[in-house]
């Protein structure tokens, strides 16, 4: 008998490679074959209408990972193994179908691979179809459903013909590619990241101005910031101008009456141009605008990019339906209508005031207009790019405007095409952005923050920030470069936010108050010409904890890897014991098991964490890696199948750089390991050379480290001598590379 790998229904069970995925499946459920062995799954129903909810059959017995619209903002994962605990507004599902390989703990240091065998994964993606955007939910019974609605009662079907994605594949993290890439062309509604021109404020450390003063921004605010770093010898090389600089007006605030909460949010814009606080008179009496400060702070603190904020409604309460200079834009007051989804999960405080005064929503025929007239005029004032901000609000005033994905579509067209014609090198951030509608219609887009906001405030936000980021970069990191927001490096959890912001193949930026700031954490981070060293994809949890809750179940590390040029790099955080997960109850303790997690939690870390190792291997490689850890300065050689152990406390981290070794010759085994003062010390080799010596092009200044088998008989950098040190313990070499210059060429001699 042939088995398939293409997604099939027999005998009612959805079927994958021969593995019943799914059982009871009904029969108003389809599959239509796509591309490479997915599928789509449809269904039908007897009466038309705007919103169907489908059984799509049980799932049980099965682990999986999912993320899901918590809040109408932000996804998070949920980590299960039966339908039920599938919530609403599910977006992506990852299925690990096949038997487990059972290890002892005596097996476990040398079947490192054997935890993947007779495994495949099964990626269930819930899409856009047409006017109509599809989710997964379960029931208390673990039916799996999709639910398959337009936002407008208007829109209406009968049928649902292509509302959920069926692939599978051997590698996690290559069928979720693959799979993206299939959807991409398929659809033709998104672009996948390669296609796609990348910010290059990227590649540069940044200040956003947030946190530093909320809404109270003021232009002498800014340059105090730009000073007290210029003065602790570190400057940012982007910044953003958030929230507080737009000319707005909340209609609902009465002076001498109490606040309500929430209230700023049905705040509306009055014009496109900024307000008093950045034109006219300072308090030194000086004369200023916004163009006239942004060419000062370039010229004077070294900037290379300014961003300003603005939400994707023009702010969070949209226009000013009266503001003489917005009514060519036919600004109109529409009141929001959440799905059940949003509803059925966590209820946001600003999307209740907005359902309750409204949105001055800017006429979808006017929208390109309005972006065009605000960025030409930012643009003129010398910035270079926007963050675009509140963006899945879009999904509640679909009612009237054929729907959520049509209005969605329709707005997120106007803002690449206003970004192409005003800001070079595709500057746009876009933020609140996690819903399907938003994901799904990103053409050029090409970066996006990864999950709710850094807070600052929150001690248990901390660990969920970083698991959040990691496994939202799953979906997120095919699409867009994810985001992980700005922190502070004057913070308890400086360390393990900056750590994490190093591998995760993101911007590095913190929102420092003026004078606040930890220059030892930043000169982890940043290269002293301000640029850093970013990994190359998007950060993501190892294979072995997708379908592992890090954050609750008082046992796991997050482990995130990536890869630099020449090698790879794991992150491992213990994010166990400091924060619980929106909608998700921590375990009943038992008599098995402590109320509490334990303060410290051991794990191991091998070269196979790495995916796509053969892409820094080549023929002359030993099959042997150097393992070089951050925190400890320890120096290991660890064969590719075999570990090193961790013990990490909680809210502590530690940052793997795992590089292959090579011969030089008979004699010679040699790994570069990097900047070993730096989190990600392998993103400073850009090349490395085996001839009669060994010559490596190294990025940065500071002390390079690398794994030799030998002592050698000299190291110069830039053809001159230099001193090093040799440990013949562990075969770490050290080299100090000196400040001048963006780029050494180092060589070794034996």
Not at 375 to 396: C, M, P, R
Not at 560 to 579: D, R
Not at 631 to 650: H, P, W
């Amino acid at each position: 008998m042939t088995i398939t790998a293409t997604p099939v229904i027999k005998n009612g069970c959805l079927t994958v490679r021969g593995k019943v995925v799914l059982t009871g499946v009904p029969e108003n459920i389809s599959v239509s074959p796509a591309n490479a062995g997915s599928a789509f799954v449809g269904a039908n129903s007897t009466a038309s209408s705007s919103r169907h909810v489908f059984n799509l059959g049980v799932l049980e017995d099965c682990k999986f990972m999912c993320l899901f619209i918590a809040k109408i903002w932000w996804m998070i994962p949920r980590i299960g193994k039966s339908g039920s605990e599938i919530p609403m507004e599910t977006q992506m599902l990852l299925l690990e179908v096949g038997e487990e390989s059972v290890l002892s703990a005596s097996d476990e240091e040398t079947s490192f691979e054997a935890a993947n065998e007779n495994k495949f994964y099964v990626l269930v993606l819930p899409v856009l179809d047409g006017a109509f955007r599809t989710t997964l939910q379960g029931t208390p019974s673990n039916d799996l459903q999709f639910c398959y609605e337009s936002g407008d009662p208007e829109i209406q079907t009968s049928e649902a013909l292509e509302g959920v994605f069926v692939n599978s594949g051997d590698n996690p993290f290559e069928l979720i590619k693959d799979s993206i890439k299939i959807l991409a062309k398929h659809k033709g509604t998104f672009s996948h990241l390669e296609t796609k021109k990348t910010p290059a404020h990227l590649d540069w450390f940044g200040w956003c101005t947030w946190d530093a003063f909320y809404t109270e921004v003021t232009p002498n605010g800014i340059k105090e910031g730009l000073q007290s770093f210029k003065d602790g010898g570190i400057s940012p090389k982007f910044l953003i101008i958030d929230d507080g600089w737009q000319e707005t007006e909340n209609e609902y605030r009465k002076e001498g009456e109490p606040e309500i909460e929430g209230i700023q949010c049905a705040t509306r814009l009055t014009d496109i141009k900024e307000n008093s606080k950045f034109k006219g008179e300072e308090s030194d009496g000086s004369t200023t605008n916004l163009k006239e400060l942004i060419h000062h702070i370039k010229e004077n603190y070294g900037l290379k990019y300014v961003y300003m904020w603005h939400a994707l409604v023009g702010y969070w309460g949209g226009l000013l339906t009266s503001s003489e200079p917005l009514k060519k834009y036919n600004p109109k007051l529409v009141y929001p209508i959440q799905s059940p989804g949003n509803i059925g999960n966590i209820r946001d405080i600003a999307m209740d005031i907005v359902e309750k005064y409204g949105v001055g929503i800017i006429d979808p025929e006017k929208i390109f207009d309005f972006y065009n007239d605000m960025h030409s005029y930012l643009a003129d004032s010398g910035v270079d790019g926007v963050k675009v901000d509140v963006q899945n609000i879009l999904e509640t005033l679909g009612s009237g405007y054929g729907g959520r994905v049509s209005i969605t579509k329709k707005y997120h067209e106007a803002l690449d095409e206003s970004i192409e014609q005003n800001f070079k090198d595709n500057n746009l951030i876009c933020c609140m952005c996690h819903n399907s509608d938003s994901i799904f219609s990103s053409k050029n887009s090409a970066t996006a923050r990864a999950s709710e906001d850094f807070m600052p405030n929150e001690p248990t936000f901390q660990t969920l920030h970083i698991a959040s980021v990691s496994f939202n970069s799953l979906l997120l990191g095919e699409v867009v470069v994810p985001d992980w927001d700005m922190f502070h490096s004057n913070h308890s959890t400086a360390e393990f936010h900056g750590a994490a912001r190093a591998i995760g193949g993101c911007p590095v930026y913190v929102s420092d108050k003026p004078g606040k700031h930890d220059f030892k954490i930043l000169r982890k981070l940043v290269l002293p010409d301000g640029s850093i060293l970013r990994a190359r994809y998007s950060g993501r949890p190892t294979r072995d904890c997708l379908f592992v809750d890090p954050v609750m179940d008082g046992k796991s590390l997050l482990k995130i890897w990536n890869l630099n040029k020449l090698s790879g790099v794991v992150g491992v955080f213990n994010c166990q014991g400091a924060g619980t997960w929106p909608m998700k109850q921590p375990l009943e303790s038992t008599e098995n098991s402590t109320k509490t997690t334990a303060t410290s939690i051991t794990g191991r870390v091998s070269p196979l964490d790495v995916e796509f190792l053969d892409e820094i291997t080549s023929e002359n490689g030993t099959g042997v890696f150097a393992i070089y850890a951050f925190n400890s300065g320890s120096l290991s050689t660890v064969a590719k199948n075999k570990t090193v152990e961790v013990s990490l406390d909680v809210l502590q981290c530690e940052i793997f750089t795992v590089s292959p070794i090579k011969e030089l010759n008979e004699n010679v085994k040699f790994a570069p390991i990097g900047l070993i003062n730096m989190y990600n010390s392998g993103g400073a080799v850009v090349e490395c050379i085996y001839n009669d010596t060994i010559t490596i092009k190294a990025k940065g200044a500071g002390l390079f480290g690398a794994y030799s088998s030998v002592k050698p008989i000299s190291c110069k950098v830039d053809d001159k001598n230099e001193d090093f040190t040799y440990s013949s313990e562990n075969g770490l070499l050290a080299i100090y590379l000196q400040t001048e210059g963006s780029f050494k060429d180092i060589e070794i001699v034996y």
